[in-house]
């Protein structure tokens, strides 16, 4: 169902693609989008117990994706450091596989904007927190990634 790496020398380890999603910041979702055409968005994301969920708007070119293929792939680059005199970079890489999920549960959506709250604020008191989520509850809604596939790779010349 999935290709299989050809240059496996290059694979990163299951915990190297985890710890590239928790120390991502933003990563690039695609998603089949009207019209026949691909869509791909950059997006802040939160990895969590192989889930990757975002938050949107209720309503838009993303949320009609969804609902048109919920099949999406996720990639969130570790690092790329540009070589110039080698015309290259030396890059880490994960692209996830999966299905799409609006999250409709009042508390499991509640627990992964606490997720995505805690990742891009965490000084933040929680009173301000739930201040700030209560405020926009009704105009956010947050997606899920169910991850079924995952692989990672790094520049050749990254392998020790």
């Not at 933003?26 to 990757?52: E, M």
């Amino acid at each position: 169902m999935f290709y299989e790496m050809r240059r496996k020398r290059q694979l990163l380890t299951f915990k190297e693609c985890e710890d590239i999603l928790n120390k991502g910041t933003s990563g690039v979702l695609a998603l089949s989008g009207g019209n026949g055409y691909p869509y791909a968005v950059p997006l802040s994301y939160v990895y969590s117990d192989g889930w990757i969920y975002f938050h949107s708007a209720v309503k838009g070119h993303k949320i009609d994706a969804i609902n048109l293929n919920p099949k999406a792939s996720f990639c969130v680059t570790g690092s790329d450091n540009v070589v110039p005199g080698e015309y290259t970079t030396y890059f880490s890489s994960v692209i996830v596989f999966g299905e799409m999920h609006i999250l409709d549960n009042k508390e499991e959506k509640m627990e992964a904007i606490k997720k995505l709250a805690v990742k891009y604020a965490p000084l933040e008191s929680e009173k301000d927190m739930f201040s700030v989520i209560n405020n926009a509850w009704e105009r956010f809604c947050i997606a899920g990634l169910l991850i079924e596939h995952m692989s990672g790779k790094k520049a050749k010349e990254l392998i020790k």
